[in-house]
DNA sequence: CGCACCCCCTGCCGGC
DNA sequence: TGCCGGCAGGGGGTGC
């Protein structure tokens, strides 16, 4: 589900409600996540004082009084919220913490492929991955034109490894190439200059529009404060097949590439 | 190296 | 109405 401007939303909206607050208490209701709840899980957290939530990639980064990180990936169904201290519990809260001002922040999950962890910052690096993050100013044009080089793997492949360009997923890579004019199954390495230098704006024109929307609510997706995005009524082409082209009319065609559905406009992109 | 195909798990939707 | 297959924003592993 969530993809970089989700996580990003959910970290620009808890970081300052978070910071400097204690958690108090605990409760794990389910360990059997992806990656299973560690054994000292409640106890690496209980009393900790929280810093300032950050993302990288995909990952939520909160650093811990005690020079610990808490992580958190929600996979595709994962929601963490903050709200009142009398949230009813609801089917699939596997953990439950209280802060030191009575509000409890809540990981909900129905899919468990998400994750939940206290590590030293020495195991983050390996946890998240080498993969740039999409909106590191450092990640240009140049970048991608020579990452692409002698690789036959498509540009959407390319694009959705997170080893690579790390927080993109399956609705912005879809939606940032048909901004590009590229079309999802060209060759990485046969995109021209222009062709990555166009990727790469329309990535960030993409990901700055999604964030400043809210992320988008496809089905299970919620901010810190459970509220919805609205960035999927901008959609040109994720979920659209059979729909006309917003720019040209031609019913938007889909198929797909490395194990997921991908849309695509034959005219516009090419 | 790249990909097809498994797995993890629940929920929802469309077809019959 | 009910059942069943297919699919879903995530990642990881294997084997060809």
Known sequence: MPELPEVETIARGLAPELEGRTITEVQVRERRLRVPLARDFAARLRGRRLGRMTRTGKYLLTPLDDGRLWLVHLGMTGRLTLGGAHRLPLVHDHVAMTL????????????????LDVVRPADVARIVGPGVDALDPSLD??????????????????????????????????????????RPRR????????DCERAIAAMRAVLDEAISRGGSSISDYRDGFDRAGSFQDDHAVYDRAGAPCRRCATPIRTFVVVGRSTFYCPVCQV
């Open 141 to 182: 044009g140049a970048w991608l034109f020579a990452r692409s080089r002698a690789r036959r793997t498509s540009v959407k492949a390319l694009l959705m490894d997170q080893r690579q360009v790390a927080g993109l997923g399956n609705i912005y890579v879809n939606e940032l190439l048909f901004r590009a004019g590229v």
């Open 100 to 115: 030191d001002d009575g509000r409890l922040l809540v990981y909900n999950d129905p899919r468990r492929f998400g994750r």
């Open 187 to 194: 060759r990485a390495e046969r995109l021209s200059r222009a």
